[in-house]
């Protein structure tokens, strides 16, 4: 990754996370970790890795219950000051997490989930992102693929596709939630886009802070992704996708209960 940035870094915000490590007695277990003392060692490493001076922005991954938050962004504020970092970002996190954090070391972004099938941030999230002046990042804007429109009830998925252990997933969830794509797929096609434009268009239209950022691994979705920037959604249209999407309760959870626990504190 470093080598590939390496020509275009004036052009680029290079992103990375800090607070997972290795559990030295199961080394098949990964769990948060974000000691003061292994946030400074982390940050060498991907500061050499990146091949780079300064990391533009640096999230912690998950909130670690076991270290007070204010010392992890006292920790972050240490390497701002040092200058290899510029600005923190947390990631699910909850809103009295992110205010006791940003108290000691301004919060630049949240990542966290958020889509047309996971408003939940919208309840205590988006409003506080909005007063404290912090930018959301959206992961998972297209639903982990569901709001692609490309997965059916029985679709299978490869072995080690985390998706097969997500209960939202499950074949069943699947065909609970067609209504879901039913309702997407109907609104794309009256602005002549696909299921996915008109997802990442509906994201894009809610607050001009909101930067989703969708993954794919094939050239042709990530052209189609950049195509949602031209899809305009008027207010009425935002008006009905919203009330209709309101009516309609997604089944199953989008984590299994271990990772749930990680999420929102």
């Known amino acids: 990754m470093g080598e590939a940035l390496a020509p275009f870094r004036s052009q680029v915000v290079i992103a990375t996370k800090f607070g997972f490590a290795v559990n030295p007695q199961d ?8 000691r003061p003392a292994h946030i400074r060692e982390v940050v060498e490493g991907s500061l050499r890795r990146l091949r780079i001076e300064t990391i ?8 670690d219950p076991e270290v007070p938050i204010e010392e992890v962004a006292g920790a972050v ?22 205010r006791r954090a940003h108290a000691v ?26 007063e404290l002046g912090i930018g959301f990042v959206p992961f998972a804007p297209l639903g982990k693929g569901f709001l692609t429109g490309t997965i059916a009830p029985d679709t299978t998925f490869r ?26 797929g109907r609104f794309a096609k009256q602005k002549q886009a696909t299921p996915a434009q008109l997802a990442l268009a509906w994201l894009l239209a809610q ?9 794919t691994t094939r ?38 209960a271990h990772l749930e626990k990680l999420v929102g504190r």
């Open 27 to 34: 080394p098949s277990q990964r769990g948060p970790d974000s």
């Open 56 to 63: 533009d922005l640096y999230y912690q991954h998950r909130v």
């Open 77 to 98: 504020k240490e390497l701002i000051q040092a200058g290899k970092v510029k600005h923190f970002g947390m990631s699910e996190a909850g809103a009295k997490t992110i």
């Open 105 to 130: 070391q301004p919060v630049t972004a949240l990542q966290s989930e958020y889509s047309l099938w996971w408003r939940q941030p919208e309840q205590e999230i988006l409003p506080t992102l909005e």
């Open 159 to 184: 072995a080690g596709d985390f998706r097969n252990t997500f209960p939202r997933f499950t074949a069943e969830a699947r065909q609970a939630n067609q209504d879901v794509l039913d309702q997407l």
């Open 207 to 215: 607050k001009p802070w909101i930067v989703p950022i969708p993954g």
């Open 219 to 256: 050239q042709h979705r990530l052209e189609e992704n950049l195509g949602a920037a031209q899809v305009e959604l008027s207010p009425g249209e935002l008006a009905e996708i919203n009330r209709v999407f309101s009516g309609i309760t997604v089944q199953g959870a989008r984590y299994p």
